[in-house]
């Protein structure tokens, strides 16, 4: 088991290391010198031969690989030029935004997504299942922006229900901003979540101590509850680790359409001003998410399923 | 006669464990030997068989001949040229004089070629394009005594016995010199085995191919071969013509596991010699004599000396690995009854 | 036995008539899988004959009343240069359809061979290709593709370059998985005893057992690809203006969302129709040929 986790652990840091690697090849491959695209075409000599020390582009490039390693062990992203703060501040002041986004959006879905998952299993083929069924398949295939758009339009411009950007501040003011981006992102994951909960529950109640625990008269919901839930959520905790991939690519798009500040909306604007600091340090901090995310739950399946963990 | 194929000292390694994970959990030696020191020899037009329970290194044997697995030591000689050492690309025209048929029928077919194509396969792959193969696929049916339908299917609309017999045929398509059969009656309904067997040894009489059958079915075994092998943990415990061994074993293993062999003929006097505890893991090998663990005559010496291979004194060719080798006769020949190929007990 | 042989033969061949005739079957049996053909067959069409069907010229402006509702004239209204949206739209989905088609083909190639080098190659070459496998599927498919982008320039290319090298691991994956289940098959062992070598074994018994399911797996991928692309345009990091392009086309409706709904309506409806039929479709291919594929996220 140790020597899964280690060698669980070795690979991760691995990854990201790579990652990184990868990354800062393929800006200094960039054709052209950053600091003159960041500069503009109007600037002197003088002006780009400053920018080079000051991002270090004067050094060869082992060096500047190992700078950036040191660096990034001691929490420093780089340095942005323009507005002349570190990356590392400006990534994690808009890091919490997006993790609130995310956390608020999957704990709804996931609140909606299962009793209606035990509903349909427990009501197998009713017409409640065979609606879910088709309208599941919809929310996970419709791309979230879209619903952003469609939500702005219906319930921001249309209804003025709800305001329709920025994030809001105070007691009441932030969770209503936060309706119809939660809204937008958790949608697709009710429809996933449900249909995974489902497919797991009916797995369960197939087998031999639940058709027991019936046997005994115990009501269905109880069973439910009580012996079937605990099991058949277990895919669920695992799929919300890797999942975290694609909230984080979402939130992009939701961040955007509702003009809220966050990780995504900062990497979509370094893009168009082609900041590459900021774009590298919000692809750092999303990769290093992620990896932990994967690992994590690639853990936690291993202690929790005894197959997995034999082949350890 | 000269020696076809002969192999001498064969030693097979697996490794059990990742060379980190060795390291991590301190094994020095994260291997099993599959095969230590095994040396025999197929003389042309003969026939041999290895016995043995299953993990005991027949299939391993098998499998190093054609190539499918490296030995660690040892030497294979085909024909006198030395082939352990060769490459694929090297070894090539020794495969296209020796053919393996694996123990599962079907599943030993590629599933999506028709029976036509998996027929002229070795003749495509052996760049013989200037042959019939149209012909050929055909000549090949006829001989294992299937219609030229079959030509048409895929292995799945193949029963057992009719993909056994695509095998022997694709294995004998360009008549090799030995023919290496991995459990040819393995997954068979009986009637079926007996067709298949009668069909091997009247295609061998015609081929005059040798052949190396691998098997624990020891009616194929009495009937079918010339010589036989018997192996325990990876090594030969006794090795001998077959019709003596069968009236004769020497090794009590040998003895036991004739002894288990269910009699065909139901007035045979039951001998049954119980093999006491699990064959022991190969990677803690006992010492001494590997079998003494189970050995009904197990004396001290046994658990402590490690025994050599020797010859007995009337026929030099029978070698068996005791310190006590049984000496007469505990099943007198005319007990045992003689079965006859295709004619009534194979049926 | 004659008797037998001479019928088996025909049975086979009825067989093989039933085997395609109960896949018909099945497939009209699964409802979502038919309105997903006739989906993915209506916009397939509509992008293939897109310049017979439009009405105006989609990328001159002013050839109408700025932001106006729809009429008989401009059908879905127009935009914020007075360009007719209805024939923006219908020229717009040929964008996403091409890229789909690009990027997964050149995935799915790149993918198949990665994947047969690490399934059949030596142990240490899988495990380095697994490890890149890996790396690239940490990266945030959006945010990583935002970065490229950053790095080449807004175009098309990009976008296809991105998807292909992001959706390119799972490919992979699944074809080493499959390779290596056969690899230690009986048949490739009889096939390497008989002398065959490794690109013969690969090309003839390998590539038909896993293109299957490969396939199944890039057409259940179709959605995903047309919903990152028209999202990349919707930020504006896809084609270049004026070129048509449903994502283009609802980021220029989203600026203006306060002024008319209907550009918003008329570009999103598509990308719903077109993501949810490949999805239908896809999922009825793959709940008929192999129920028991699996991908993971």
């Known amino acids: ?144 922006f879209v619903v952003a758009v469609y939500a702005l339009l219906i319930f921001a411009v249309t209804l003025r229900w709800l305001p329709a950007i920025g994030a809001g501040n105070g007691f009441w003011d932030g969770p209503i901003h936060l309706v119809l981006p939660g809204f937008a992102i958790g949608i697709g994951w009710v429809g996933y979540i449900s249909r995974l909960v489902r497919a797991s529950m009916l797995e369960v109640l197939g087998e031999n101590h639940v058709r027991m625990a019936r046997s005994f008269g115990i009501s269905e919901w109880r069973i439910v509850a009580r012996y079937a839930l605990p099991l058949a959520i277990l895919p669920t905790v695992t799929i919300l680790g890797v999942g975290i991939a694609w909230l984080l690519s979402s939130a992009v798009f939701i961040e955007v359409v509702f003009a809220r500040p966050g990780i995504g909306a900062l990497i979509v604007n370094a893009v168009h001003t082609r900041n590459y600091p900021i774009v590298m340090g919000v692809v750092l901090v999303s990769t290093f998410l992620i990896v932990s995310a994967t690992t994590l739950s690639d853990v936690i399946n291993a202690f929790l399923d005894p197959r997995t963990r034999e082949k350890l | 006669m000269s020696a076809l194929l002969r192999v001498e000292d064969l030693r097979v390694r697996f490794r059990t464990m990742g060379p980190l994970k060795a390291l991590a959990t301190g094994t020095r030696a994260p291997f099993i030997d599959a095969l230590c020191g095994v040396s025999f020899e197929i003389r042309k037009g003969e026939t041999l068989a290895l016995v043995g329970e299953s993990g005991s290194g027949k299939s391993t044997i098998a499998r190093t001949i054609i190539g499918l697995q490296r030995a660690v030591s040892g ?8 082939i352990e ?12 004089r020796m053919a393996m ?52 299917r895929y292995p799945h ?76 943990l990876g090594r030969f415990i006794e090795v001998g013509a077959t019709e003596r ?95 006859s190929i295709g004619k009534t007990r194979f049926r | 036995m004659a008797i037998v042989e001479s019928i088996l033969p025909e049975t086979n061949d009825a067989m093989a008539a039933e085997s395609s005739r109960t896949f018909l079957r099945q497939f009209r049996q699964n409802l979502l899988g038919m309105l997903g053909a006739v989906l993915v067959i209506f916009i397939a069409a509509t992008a293939i004959f897109a310049p017979l069907m439009i009405t105006h010229d989609p990328i001159r402006i002013m050839v109408g009343p700025r932001l106006a509702g729809p009429s008989l004239d401009f059908l879905l209204g127009t935009d914020q240069l007075g360009r007719d949206t209805f024939s923006r739209v219908v020229m717009g ?21 990665l994947g047969l080098i690490a399934g059949f190659g030596p142990r240490w070459l899988d495990n380095l290709l697994l490890l890149v496998f890996d790396t690239i599927r940490s990266f945030p498919s959006i945010i990583f593709a935002l970065a490229m982008i950053a790095l080449l320039g807004p175009s098309l290319a990009s976008i296809i370059l991105v998807i292909a090298i992001t959706s390119m691991p799972i490919y992979a994956r699944v074809v080493r998985t499959q390779t290596e289940a056969l690899r230690s098959s009986e048949y490739i062992a009889a096939e390497r005893s008989m002398g065959a070598g490794t690109t ?66 008329a570009s999103g409806i598509p990308i719903v129709l077109a993501t949810l039929g490949f999805t239908f479709l896809g999922e009825a291919l793959r709940d008929i040929f192999d129920p028991k594929l699996r991908k993971d996220l």
């Not at chain 1, 065979?130 to 599941?136: E, L, N, R, S």
């Open chain 2, 245 to 339: 061994i069968f009236d004769q074993p020497r090794h009590p293993y040998t003895e036991a596991l004739l002894a288990a062999n269910p009699e065909p003929d139901p007035d045979a006097v039951l001998n049954r010699i119980e093999l006491k505890g699990e064959v022991p893991s190969l990677m803690r090998r006992p010492s001494g004599c590997e079998f003494h663990t189970r050995c009904r005559y197990a004396q001290d010496i046994c658990s402590r000396v490690f025994p050599e291979p020797s010859a007995g004194q009337e026929d030099k060719k029978h070698s068996f690995r005791c310190h006590f080798p049984i000496a007469g006769d505990i099943l007198p020949t005319s007990e045992r009854p003689k079965l």
């Open chain 2, 75 to 82: 030497s294979i000689s085909f024909d006198g040229q030395e």
């Open chain 2, 85 to 96: 050492e060769l490459s694929g690309a090297e070894r090539k025209p020794y495969l296209r």
């Open chain 2, 101 to 152: 048929m694996f123990q599962d029928p079907i599943g030993s077919l590629s599933p999506r070629l028709t029976v036509r194509s998996l027929l002229t396969e070795p003749f495509r792959i052996h760049g013989l394009k200037d042959r019939d193969v149209e012909g050929e696929a055909e000549r090949l049916l006829r001989m294992v005594g299937l219609s030229a339908e079959f030509a048409r």
């Open chain 3, 200 to 265: 013969r074994i690969l090309a003839v018994h390998v590539l038909p057992n896993v293109l299957g399911p490969l396939l199944i797996l890039v057409s259940m991928d179709v959605p995903a690809v047309i919903a990152v692309e028209a999202g990349l345009s919707f930020l504006g990091m896809g084609v270049r203006p004026p070129t048509p392009d449903w994502g283009a086309i609802l980021n220029d409706g989203y600026s203006y969302i306060n002024q008319t709904p209907w550009p918003v309506i």
């Open chain 2, 157 to 232: 609309q193949l029963s057992g016995g009719q993909a056994r017999r695509v095998g022997i045929a694709r294995a004998l398509a360009l008549s090799p010199d030995l023919l290496i059969a991995d459990e040819p009656t393995a997954g068979l309904d009986v009637s079926v085995q007996g067709e298949v067997l009668n069909l091997l040894a009247r295609l061998q009489t015609e081929l005059g191919m040798a052949i190396l059958i691998i098997t624990h079915n020891l009616n194929v075994v009495r009937h079918m071969t010339d010589r036989m092998a018997i192996m325990y």
């Open chain 3, 93 to 113: 989905g040929r964008i996403p359809l091409l890229v789909a088609f690009a990027s997964l083909g050149s995935s799915l190639a790149v993918g198949l061979v």
């Open chain 1, 1 to 144: 088991m140790w020597f899964y986790l280690c060698r669980r652990l070795v690979l991760a840091i691995a990854i990201i290391a790579i990652a990184v690697t990868l990354l800062f090849l393929m800006i200094r491959a960039v054709p052209g010198d950053p600091a003159a695209v960041l500069l503009g075409p109007r600037a002197t000599p003088e002006m780009k031969a400053l920018l080079h020390q000051q991002m270090g582009l004067d050094k060869p490039l082992v060096v500047q690989i190992a700078t950036f390693f040191g660096g990034l062990l001691h929490g420093d992203l780089g340095f942005d030029v323009f507005s002349q703060r570190p990356v590392a501040d400006i990534v994690f002041e808009q890091l919490p935004y997006t993790i609130q986004l995310i956390l608020v959006s999957i704990s709804c879905a996931v609140a909606i997504a299962v009793p209606l998952g035990c509903y349909s299993a427990m009501r197998r083929n009713s017409l409640v299942d065979q609606v879910a069924g088709v309208v599941t398949v919809a929310t996970i295939a419709i791309p979230s």
